[in-house]
């Protein structure tokens, strides 16, 4: 007994010592590097070959009359080409650990009413989902609460730094559950459609009420009046007054267009819809109101059963091509880094694929205002972008250097740690032998 005791014992030490030892990431690496004999695909001004420079976190040039600096340290990259870092614009990163674990899990409060909750503070920058996302090329992304009609702000984060402010990368958005009312998929909904139509006219009722008592508090404020401190009517307030972006979560196409109208009788100045699942059936609308959208997944299956298959796949593109501003998203927490394999698909069916690059880089700098410093490679903005062996929507590609604001991240992740644990193992069971 006490020998199956001390085995067991050893066991469970050593599946410890190995998945912790899985979880070290080798340390980021500051200082000026130049990536010579390159593809360089800007996004935004063309692809161009030679070297591209980074220095003081930015990047310093670009093209074949780069002058390297003595000291810098070379990084071949013939036969690779460099990429701006890719952004998705919707996830639970850094706030969804475990799904078995409620001490793991920050992105939902209780109440249907807290705007004022920061996904930021929430954000937990020792993830280990993060290196996993990194390895794949994407850099940065919209972290997200769920869960009430307004659940909280959302926070823009790259993915590297020691806590929460390091990792801010100057975007937060109100999130707002635009009320929807459906047919339940199992069991007995004898509600009719008269019934469904005044359920949604309460819910709309309810947010207007809510939606006014936030221009109030804004008013009163602006007048130079008196007020207590309401954190919640501060957070709405300012959306109201357009200093902070509505992202408005709508995906049936009649509810599209009831948040549209909803939109323009409020005057609201920043708006994206997101998710946007039926976007497709209504993508001349969305185009003529001019809302920007963030649509995503894209490996997804179709919202309805007499739906083709490949909708999900297809929206983006069909939205695209109706002239609406698309962003994509994984909308995920564990599998953030399939987000080039969703732009990917994207593209099969029927996006442009430039567009489906712009979309998870400079388009979504822009939908998120920090295009100056993101979303693309352009002397002057931070040196946040990757190397690969080609195109990094397809499979096959691999990412072999990244960087974000200026540092060099190293591309170890548990994924990676274990492959490398595993691929050779000695001793192995034939030890002796």
């Known amino acids: 007994m006490k020998h199956i005791v001390k085995i067991s014992l ?5 599946i410890s010592t190995l998945l912790i030892n899985a979880q070290v990431v080798g340390k980021s690496a500051r200082g000026t590097f130049a990536l010579t004999n390159a593809t360089i695909v800007t996004v935004t001004k063309g692809t161009v070959q030679g070297t591209l420079l980074i220095q003081d976190g930015k990047i310093a040039g670009i093209g074949t009359n780069v002058n390297v600096p003595t000291g810098a340290t070379t990084i071949d990259c013939s036969g690779k ?3 701006p870092g890719l952004i998705d614009g919707g996830t639970q990163l850094g706030l969804n650990e475990v799904g078995s674990v409620s001490l793991t899990q920050d992105f939902n409060e209780i109440g249907d009413f807290t705007p004022q909750m920061q996904a930021l503070t929430a954000v937990n920058p020792n993830a280990s989902a993060i290196p996993v996302t990194r390895v794949e090329g994407v850099t940065t992304v919209l972290t997200q609460p769920s869960g009430g009609v307004f659940p909280g702000t959302a926070a823009l984060i790259n993915l590297v730094g ?25 069991g007995n909904d004898t509600r009719t459609d008269e019934d469904l139509k005044k359920e949604e006219e309460k819910l709309i009722k309810q947010l207007n009420e809510i939606w006014d008592q936030g221009a109030l508090y804004a008013k009163i404020k602006a007048d130079g009046g008196q007020t207590e401190y309401n954190p919640e009517m501060e957070a709405v307030s300012a959306v109201v007054k357009g200093d902070m972006t509505l992202l408005l979560e709508v995906n049936r ?20 819809f997101t998710v946007v699942a039926e976007g497709w059936r209504v993508a001349d609308k969305i185009a003529a109101a001019n809302i920007p959208v963030i649509t995503g997944p894209v490996i997804a299956l179709p919202t309805r059963e007499s739906d083709r298959y490949d909708k999900a796949y297809a929206n983006a593109g069909l939205m695209q091509k109706a002239g609406v501003k698309v962003v994509l998203r994984t909308n ?18 029927g996006m442009d694929k430039d567009a489906a690059l712009k979309a998870v880089t400079i388009t979504a700098a822009e939908i998120f ?45 548990r994924h990676t740690q274990l492959y490398e644990e595993f691929l050779d193992r000695k001793p192995g069971l034939n030890k002796g032998k």
């Open 10 to 14: 050893t066991i469970c030490l050593s």
């Open 81 to 83: 080409f460099i990429y």
């Open 162 to 186: 020691y806590t929460p402010d390091q990792m801010y990368a100057g975007f937060k958005g109100l999130v707002l559950n635009f009320p929807e009312v459906r047919r339940r998929p199992f």
């Open 253 to 272: 196409n009649n509810a599209i267009e009831s948040a549209i109208k909803w939109v323009q009788d409020r005057k609201i100045k920043k708006v994206v």
């Open 332 to 349: 995920d927490n564990e599998n953030v880094r399939n987000l080039p394999f969703n732009a990917g698909y994207a593209v099969a069916y």
């Open 369 to 413: 205002g920090v295009d100056k410093t993101l979303g693309s490679l352009e002397v002057g903005k931070s040196a946040t972008l990757f190397v690969s062996t080609g195109d990094p929507f397809e499979t096959k590609t691999k990412i072999t250097n990244l960087f974000i604001d200026g540092w060099n991240v190293a591309l170890e992740s």
